[in-house]
C-alpha cells in the first residue's frame, strides 16, 4: 500500500507483518500513521512494523510508532510490535529479527474477537447487542452485558443517525476489561459537551457512553473513523453497590 513517494507501507494479506521500505521523515508521518491505523483495523490481533529496509531520515519521525501504539491501545484486539534489527530502545516493543518477532506472537494466545458488519438500518443496534452480549458470556464477564449493550448501542445508532454508512461492530477481551469499537465511512467525529440540557431532544448518546465506560474516544481514519470505549467489571460492580 504506497503512502508516500519516499516511503511504503507494504502490507501481506497472508501474515501479520508491515513492511515500511524507504525514507521516513516528517513529511512521510501522516500517511505511515493513516496506513498502519488501516491496517491494524484490518486485521484483529497484534501486527508487526518490519523497519528492516526502512532508513530514518528524521528521529522525531519515527515517534509515529509509539503514537500508532498508543491510539490503538484501546482497540479491541489490537497492538504494534516493531522489528528493526539497528537498535531495541525505549516505547513500543522492538525485536532485532523477524524470527523473533514471530516467536514472541506465536507464544500469545490467539486474539478473542468477535465481528459483525452491518447495514445503518434500524435493526443494527439490536445485531450489535446481540454480538456483545455473546461475546460476556463466552469471556466470562456477564456482569459487563449491560453496561455493553448500552454503549454499543449509542454508537450504532449514532452511525445510523449520523453517518449513515455501513459499519463493522468489534468486541474483544483483554485481561478483565471489555474493549468494543465501531468502525464507519464518516470522517464526522463525535463530539462530546457533556451535559444535555432537560428540554434537549437529542445528545444522550455520548452521555451514556460517558457513564457506562471507563475511556472512551474516536481516531480518524484515511476513510472514516473508530468509535471506541473500554469496560471493567468492577467499575459494574461499584455502580450497582
Not at 74 to 101: C, F, I, M, S
Not at 200 to 206: D, E, K, Y
Request: glycine share 6%; with cysteine; proline share 7%.
Amino acid at each position: 500500500m504506497p503512502t508516500d513517494v519516499r516511503c511504503l507501507v507494504e502490507t501481506d494479506e497472508s501474515s501479520a507483518v508491515v513492511r515500511l521500505t524507504g525514507v521516513l521523515d516528517l513529511a512521510a508521518v501522516d500517511a505511515v500513521r493513516d496506513a498502519l491505523l488501516a491496517r491494524l483495523w484490518a486485521r484483529p490481533g497484534p501486527v508487526i512494523a518490519d523497519l528492516t529496509r526502512l532508513r530514518v531520515a528524521e528521529p522525531a519521525a519515527r515517534a509515529v510508532l509509539d503514537e500508532v501504539r498508543r491510539v490503538v491501545a484501546d482497540w479491541p484486539a489490537a497492538d504494534l510490535l516493531v522489528l528493526d534489527p539497528a537498535a531495541a530502545r525505549e516505547g513500543a516493543p522492538v525485536r532485532a529479527t523477524l524470527d523473533e518477532a514471530q516467536e514472541e506472537l506465536a507464544g500469545a494466545p490467539l486474539a478473542a474477537v468477535l465481528n459483525a458488519d452491518l447495514l445503518p438500518t434500524v435493526g443494527a443496534a439490536r445485531e450489535a447487542r446481540a454480538l456483545v452480549t455473546d461475546g460476556c458470556d463466552r469471556w466470562g464477564v456477564p456482569e459487563l452485558a449491560e453496561p455493553a449493550c448500552i454503549a454499543v448501542t449509542e454508537m450504532v445508532n449514532n452511525v445510523v443517525a449520523h453517518a449513515g454508512t455501513p459499519m463493522t461492530v468489534r468486541v474483544a477481551p483483554r485481561d478483565s476489561s471489555l474493549h468494543l469499537a465501531v468502525r464507519d465511512h464518516s470522517s464526522r467525529l463525535p463530539a462530546y459537551a457533556g451535559l444535555a440540557p432537560l428540554n434537549s431532544a437529542g445528545g444522550r448518546g455520548l452521555l451514556l457512553i460517558d457513564t457506562v465506560a471507563r475511556r472512551w474516544g474516536s481516531t480518524p481514519l484515511p476513510d472514516g473513523k473508530v468509535v471506541w470505549c473500554v469496560l471493567h467489571p468492577e467499575d459494574e460492580v461499584a455502580h450497582r453497590s
